[in-house]
């Protein structure tokens, strides 16, 4: 899918977290080391607890600077350099350091740095830590029912910026913000600055420029209120209570299960427990129970249990429980076999079971259901939800049942389910959005909306992300375009469009809803527009596109080791999952981007296989792209676990044999995916510098084997497909795809076939200058003139002709895209892609929805 337009010298130094004063030992430390004019700190937490957020100064001889960071950015005013970390080391475990990706820079001249701090306490440990009181407060007031906070920094430093989360009690809502613009999650509101009360000086307020509001109750107080996440009135955050009433309801001889009440939070919600088994941590979980395994049989333990804060501030223990473990030889005889499996319920990534209960002497501890022979979940009820499945895929459940002295029965009678596809009964209609059709293309979300496309899509793929060429890393954030030279080795990197993204206010003109944006907003742009459509489509799902032709030029870097597939996916979560965008222009920021994209689109072209001039390529890629997926498909479950929510994971896949099989183990990345998009188009053209296929015109996207094409391999959707399908891919998790656009010859000679197949002498001009051979379809229908349009019945192929010597170009029209419907139903498909949707003017989704029917 193409984007036309890239000696050792050591000391150490002590890091402090800002919090009330602690013991150093509580304290980050960091270590600097120096080899040649690279600088490094290692930074650990020697503590028992996460610890989020941290920022290393430090003071640089005169005339030395630091530069070229990498996993931190890095700032330098005068001798004083500032480095933070990117997100992926902004938290550190109990225990943990940030290596193997340590902040690096370069020094000018091999130097020492002096004065280190870390969130301003001294960097050898020594002194107290700052006190929480010395920074930025927030005091509420309200009269009647206009509310105001007024912002103070009571810091000796400039604060650079600001915001205020707090909660209303139930039924009360916040509205006209002043100074400020306000949004709302649940009964939760965001205050955020304008942008000339954004920055707060030492020692001053928002006065008088604070921002106001309405509340619908009047004299209405938060009930909670933070600051740049700590208390509003500068107060120390409280931990969590310790939680009570720690049980045991169920024991076996290697197992122990606990249950406790939930913890009252403390100054922040709760997100898990953690188990004790004595001193050592036994499991994290997120609820109030938790099954410790590995134990000795007839054996004493005893057990606490400690409460978790958003921060990582953990509760005082539990009062704690002594528990122990059944003596096998007590009991030698196993349940009965469970009996009745069922399946109650399914859905794309999930199963539900249930089943008759087992007898046993001594009582039934609890069931192993098995997935395809191997344990997926153990429950204590008769029931269970298998997920983490994958869609259109047929599973073999059976369940065993486990007594209190570990006797383990036979698998009951298994069942095979199959899971929904991710449409249900329907028909899936994918279309790509270009980041960067807001430009020349004058094609906005908008226009998805007024075409009456949006509502008859049901995924959009926005292209493309990047990846980081330095940190390997997705990347965002920035605003460089690519070079004009397809041929440009070095075209994609480091490009990127946070403008187009989320940083460019639309007018109400340009806007979804009709609302124009007033250039303070945290999120602008598509993304905001998006946002507006899924809001106004709720069915609509949206995914970002990683890679695409310009883009994959490191795809096989990121795939090469466990240790970059885990950072480079926890990265591209963090960004457009978790919504952490990068700050751009006033925008961004944590969180702000929450909720706009629902998973994953992987468009490396291509794993193990020519792409993009200067793209790397390695014989290890058709596993790594494995290796890689499934290492997608784990993180998104694993964040299912907290949201509830499951994220889709597709790819835009080849139609060329010879880079399926060099790059793709279709049955193997089958068990992660959720769609296959397979390229139905771009079997033949010309490209802007006469690359490609210059010299001869072919069709671009033929259903059929056309039985006059001259070429050794002939290209069609039919062919494509087959591999799949080979592969023993359901059918249901695969769709084809549709060029909205042309591909067009110049000086193209009849040959008795009007332009098929003969002679050309370079691209046609496109719409663009920088696009030679390529128009959108409305735009070819508009612009090139006399050019009669052509059906081929055989091949199923629609093409147009200008005369002798003149253009031939080839498309999908409303013909093509009905007989393509035809069959992809008939070969129970599960719907069709598109490339892309600045093209229709509406009639071509319209024909593609209508013929795809129910």
């Given at each position: 899918m193409r984007r036309m337009i890239g000696i050792l010298l050591t000391f150490v130094v002590v890091a402090a977290l800002a919090v009330a004063p602690a013991r150093a030992a509580d304290r980050l430390t960091a270590t600097f080391s120096l080899s040649g004019t690279t600088g490094k700190y290692v930074v650990t937490n020697p503590g028992s607890s996460s610890i989020s957020g941290w920022t290393l100064t430090f003071e640089l001889p005169a005339g030395v600077t630091a530069s070229s960071p990498q996993n931190a950015t890095l700032s330098q005013d005068g001798t004083k350099v500032t480095l933070r970390p990117l997100f992926y080391i902004d938290t550190l475990r109990g225990g943990a350091t940030t290596d193997p990706y340590s902040p690096t820079f370069t020094l000018s001249s091999a130097a020492q740095p002096a004065n280190c701090k870390l969130n301003g306490a001294n960097c050898d440990g020594s002194g107290e830590a700052p006190p929480t009181a010395d920074g930025v407060t927030a005091a509420y007031s309200v009269e009647g029912s206009r509310a105001k906070f007024i912002v103070a920094n009571n810091s000796s430093a400039t604060i650079q910026s600001w915001s205020i989360v707090f909660t209303l009690p139930a039924g009360v809502t916040a509205s006209n913000a002043d100074n400020g613009s306000l949004t709302q999650t649940g009964n939760t509101w965001t205050l955020s600055p304008a942008h000339y009360n954004s920055t707060v000086g030492a020692g001053r307020t928002t006065e008088p420029y604070s921002p106001t509001f309405t509340v619908s109750r009047s004299g209405a107080q938060p009930a909670t209120c933070r600051v740049n996440d700590v208390n509003c009135d500068g107060s120390a955050d409280a931990p969590p209570a310790a939680p009570g009433n720690l049980t045991s309801p169920v024991k076996t001889t290697k197992t122990v299960t606990l249950d406790w009440d939930e913890a009252k939070a403390g100054s922040l919600p709760i997100t898990a427990y953690e188990v004790y088994n004595g001193d050592t941590l036994a499991t994290t979980v997120p609820d109030t129970a938790a099954t410790v395994t590995g134990l000795t049989p007839n054996t004493e333990y005893t057990f606490t249990v400690k409460a978790r804060d958003r921060k990582g501030t953990l509760s005082p223990a539990s009062s704690p429980l002594t528990v122990k473990t059944n003596n096998p030889a007590d009991d030698t005889v196993a349940p009965s076999v469970p009996t009745g499996l069922r399946s109650t319920g399914k859905d794309s990534g999930s199963?539900?079971?249930?089943?008759?209960?087992?007898?046993?002497?001594?009582?039934?501890?609890?069931?192993?259901?098995?997935?395809?022979?191997?344990?997926?979940?153990?429950?204590?009820?008769?029931?269970?939800?298998?997920?983490?499945?994958?869609?259109?895929?047929?599973?073999?459940?059976?369940?065993?049942?486990?007594?209190?002295?570990?006797?383990?029965?036979?698998?009951?009678?298994?069942?095979?389910?199959?899971?929904?596809?991710?449409?249900?009964?329907?028909?899936?209609?994918?279309?790509?959005?270009?980041?960067?059709?807001?430009?020349?293309?004058?094609?906005?979300?908008k226009n998805l909306d007024t075409t009456g496309n949006a509502?008859?899509?049901?995924?959009?793929?926005?292209?493309?992300?990047?990846?980081?060429?330095?940190?390997?890393?997705?990347?965002?954030?920035?605003t460089k375009g690519t070079s004009q030279n397809p041929q440009d080795p070095n075209q994609g990197d480091g490009a990127g469009d946070a403008e187009a993204d989320y940083g460019r206010p639309f007018s109400a003109g340009q806007s979804v809803d009709g609302v124009g944006d007033t250039g303070w907003e945290k999120l602008r742009g598509n993304y905001n527009q998006l946002k507006k459509l899924k809001a106004k489509y709720p069915h609509l799902k949206v995914l970002i596109s990683l890679g695409g032709w310009t883009y994959s030029k490191y795809f096989s870097d990121v795939a090469k080791t466990d240790a970059s597939r885990k950072k480079f996916v926890q990265s591209c979560l963090d960004i457009y999952i978790k919504g952490n965008l990068p700050v751009y222009n006033g925008a961004g920021g944590p969180g702000t981007g929450a909720g706009i994209f629902d998973g994953i689109d992987l468009d490396w072209e291509w794993p193990g296989a020519e792409g993009h001039p200067g793209n790397h390529v390695s014989p290890d890629d058709k596993r790594n792209n494995t290796l890689l997926i499934e290492e997608f498909r784990r993180q998104l479950d694993e964040m299912t676990k907290s949201t509830g929510q499951r994220y889709l994971l597709t790819a835009f896949t080849p139609a060329d044999p010879a880079k399926i099989e060099a790059g793709w183990e279709l049955a193997e990345v089958a068990k992660s995916m959720d769609m296959f998009n397979i390229q139905g188009y771009d079997f033949h053209g010309a490209g802007s510098d006469d690359s490609w296929e210059p010299k001869r015109t072919g069709h671009q996207g033929n259903l059929y084997t056309d039985k006059d094409d001259p070429y050794s391999f002939h290209f069609s959707v039919e062919n494509a497909v087959q591999p799949y399908l080979d592969a023993g891919i359901n059918p249901r998790k695969l769709t084809i795809g549709l060029a909205y656009y042309g591909r067009g010859w110049k000086e193209v000679k009849d040959g008795g076939k009007g332009g098929e197949w003969q002679d050309a002498n370079g691209a046609a001009p496109g719409q663009f200058a920088e696009e030679a051979g390529t128009r959108g379809y409305s735009n070819l229908l508009a612009s090139v003139p006399n050019c009669r349009i052509v059906h081929d019945e055989q091949a199923v192929a629609t093409s147009c002709y200008t005369g002798e010597n003149g253009q031939w170009w080839t498309f999908d029209d409303s013909w093509s895209i009905q007989k393509k419907v035809d069959w992809l139903k008939k070969k129970n498909m599960l719907g069709a892609m598109i490339w892309e949707m600045s093209g229709d003017p509406g009639v071509l989704t319209r024909t593609l929805d209508e013929s795809l029917g129910k």
């Open positions: 199963v539900k079971l249930a089943w008759n209960a087992s007898t046993d002497n001594s009582g039934v501890a609890n069931y192993d259901v098995l997935v395809n022979g191997k344990v997926a979940t153990t429950v204590t009820e008769t029931s269970a939800n298998v997920a983490g499945l994958s869609p259109s895929t047929k599973y073999s459940f059976s369940v065993k049942a486990r007594d209190k002295y570990d006797n383990v029965s036979e698998a009951g009678s298994a069942i095979e389910v199959q899971t929904a596809d991710v449409v249900g009964d329907g028909y899936a209609k994918v279309g790509y959005f270009v980041q960067w059709g807001i430009y020349g293309r004058q094609y906005f979300v509502r008859r899509l049901t995924h959009i793929n926005y292209a493309f992300g990047n990846i980081d060429p330095r940190n390997l890393t997705c990347l965002h954030g920035v």
